[in-house]
């Protein structure tokens, strides 16, 4: 079992199973040009955060299995209607009727480019991805949002063509299962864990 808290939802409930939160030991914090005065003391903390997709799971499900998808506004009332949005946007933000789930993996895969781009050489606390950091704006043929993701293998330049690749493996159920390389790049120069 687990270390950590599981969660399942059962009857419309959080059902945690497992320690929600671990007690850390403390420890002293000591003043060393004071004889080692106590000055204060560190407070461990290890907790389970329950984070909600709602609407959203299913854009998250679905990079578990390779596919990426978007939303359409459908509404036929609406000015904006046949817009696709990528990054995921559950409701029409002009009419704010719900979007049609769509899939879009193949025109991502015809038709991401780069629009633009940052390479981070530093990163905040819990960065898991390998530095530098090549973040990249992705632009798709007929969807009106810019997606921001990184490129997995490879330097980075406006106009470029890429792919998406999909942890689809070892999935971790957020956005880190999609990472973009050049296209044409082989399959064995991908990162552990992803496919096309
Ligand atoms: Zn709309």
Redesign the pocket.
Known sequence: MSKYATVRVKDNMYKVMGDFHHLTPNTPIRDLNDGGKLVGVTNPREMTYIHSYGGEAVFFESLSKGKLMATR?D?PK?E??G?IYQPFRIH?M??L?KNTVIDMTDIAKKTATIHTFMVCERSGAFNVLHKPIKFINIEFEGVSTILMSYLAVGEPEMGMRVVPIFQTTDPTYTILDLAWVPEGTKKNKLPEGFSF
């Open positions: 506004c509404n609406c904006a209607k817009t029409c002009d009419c009727g």
